[in-house]
């Protein structure tokens, strides 16, 4: 018995002695848009490590944030102001490769970390249209993936039709349809996520876009040539796999956040 009580408090002084820096870990953010980045919703979560395409981005967002610039919440519209570190040399010089960004706002009640995707400049819109797939949109989908079979034959066995959503700016008629897919898990890896397929519909013509690794969480107007959305994407990891993806112009990842 005092075998197992000794096992046991050393588990406990062992497991207090690795939380702290688990928790203090900091979170990347990187994007290839200029002030667009992920922050935590909370101070008090801490900062996060913002990294962009080009250094440049880095050093025009430190400037606006620290010359007291606010930013905007792509997904409510909500003004933030911002706060941002920049590391140093030995010799005191400012390094533009990255920068610990905070935002101070209207913060979320929750027992939870939740994050936010940040814009330099307000954004057109904030709200989205969603709601379930139409029998006429389905059967165009079905109408696609069977005028090719060849190209469309595996995606075709995935795809859950039935419960895929619509998004749309309200009064818009360009349309973006998620489509839910294929599970993939690692255990090992304590991975999971669902993969999802996404098409556009403007007036009577559907067109396939691509795979995204997960599940859209929220939708942000990050491309102000279009009404389609960006797709912020969640997926199941041991730590924060977040990605953000375009749809103008063809699927493509211009963002991620996350880390364990």
Known sequence: MRLLQRGITALILGLAAVAPSVAGEAKESHSARPGLFFAWLSPDDGSVVVQFDDPAYVRALARHCNAGGGVFSTQTGVK????????????????????????????????????????????????????????????????????????????????????????????????????????????AAFYHARRHHVFTKNGSGVSYLGEVPGKPVSFADIDQATDLPGLVVSEGCDGWCITLWSLAGGLRQVGRFGGH
């Open 80 to 187: 933030y102001q911002c706060k941002m570190e920049v590391p140093k040399n030995a010799s005191g010089q400012e390094q533009w490769d990255s920068a610990e960004a905070s935002v101070q706002g209207e913060s979320p009640k929750s027992d939870t970390r939740q994050f936010g995707l940040f814009s330099m400049a307000p954004l057109r819109a904030t709200r989205w249209a969603t709601r379930r797939i139409s029998a006429p949109e389905v059967e165009a989908i079905a109408a696609l993936l069977r005028s090719d079979t060849k190209r469309f034959g595996a995606v075709q066995r995935q795809l859950k039709l039935a419960t895929a959503s619509v998004v749309s700016q309200p009064g818009s008629p360009t349309l973006a349809i998620v489509v839910p897919g294929r599970v993939v898990e690692d255990r």
